[in-house]
């Protein structure tokens, strides 16, 4: 049973133009978000994280939304730059102590100079 | 930032034999370490969590006697893969959490290393 997913294996997308990545989540306990991103041969890196309580939170050139209702959170990253060609990872938790997260499969993000 | 290291990042084994994964944490010290497996194409599935000092918490599913984990120090965490099988070729990937972090962006993950069993 998959709780989070990334529909999209992979995206395409200019430079300089926006980034759209979406991810949804199906187990309403879920209720952090953050969203990871992942080099060839590097582990995952921390990108940015919403709490359940906010629907957007911004650092720099990525956005995060979360739409409660819908179980759906997207990160939106502009302009898009050639190294931010990686695979992004969203994932989820639940709080009050559980630092487990559950990962969605991830999309390759590639961007076109 | 903080660095998180996997020894070995690739590595060979026949049927049957054991295999040790180290989980390093190099520049601070990781109260908790989390071991995740991930398969082709699909998501990183957390295995269990280790606590420095005490036994690991392992997922539904995962076999704790097949797969060793001990978490000496707060800076070493190891998985063993006991009486590998190819079915168990998969890509092994460790996170520490900061032992001063109060926040998510304080879970470092390794790089991970790629089990494959012959």
């Known amino acids: 049973d998959q709780q989070v997913k990334q529909n999209s294996p992979s995206l395409s997308v200019q430079e300089g133009r926006i980034s759209i990545l979406n991810c949804d989540y199906t187990?309403?306990?879920?209720?952090?978000f953050l969203w990871y991103k992942k080099y060839p041969a590097e582990g995952p890196t921390f990108l940015i994280s919403?709490?359940?309580?906010?629907d957007k939170n911004e650092d720099g050139r990525f956005t995060v939304f979360l739409n409660k209702s819908a179980k759906h959170l997207s990160l939106h990253i502009v302009p898009s730059q050639p190294g931010d060609s990686a695979v992004y990872f969203c994932?989820?938790?639940?709080?009050?102590?559980?630092?487990?997260?559950?990962f969605g499969t991830g999309t390759r993000l590639t961007i076109i100079p | 930032g903080a660095v998180v290291s996997q020894h070995p990042s690739w590595v060979i084994c026949k049927s049957g034999t054991s295999v040790k994964i180290e989980c390093r944490s190099l520049?601070?010290?990781?109260?908790?370490m989390f071991w995740y497996r991930q398969f082709p194409k699909q998501s990183l599935m957390l295995m269990a969590t280790?606590?420095?000092?005490?036994?690991?918490?392992?997922e539904q599913g995962v076999e704790k006697d097949k797969f060793l984990i001990n978490h000496a120090s707060l800076t070493l965490s190891t998985l063993t893969v006991t009486s590998a099988h190819p079915e168990d070729s998969s890509f092994y990937i460790c996170?520490?959490?900061?032992?001063?972090?109060?926040?998510?962006?304080?879970?470092?993950f390794g790089p991970g290393t790629r089990l494959t069993v012959l």
């Open positions: 187990n309403s306990m879920f209720d952090y």
């Open positions: 996170s520490a959490r900061d032992l001063l972090g109060g926040e998510w962006d304080t879970q470092y």
């Open positions: 994932a989820a938790s639940a709080t009050f102590g559980n630092e487990k997260l559950t």
């Open positions: 919403i709490s359940s309580i906010k």
């Open positions: 520049d601070f010290q990781a109260t908790t």
């Open positions: 280790s606590n420095e000092g005490s036994k690991a918490t392992y």
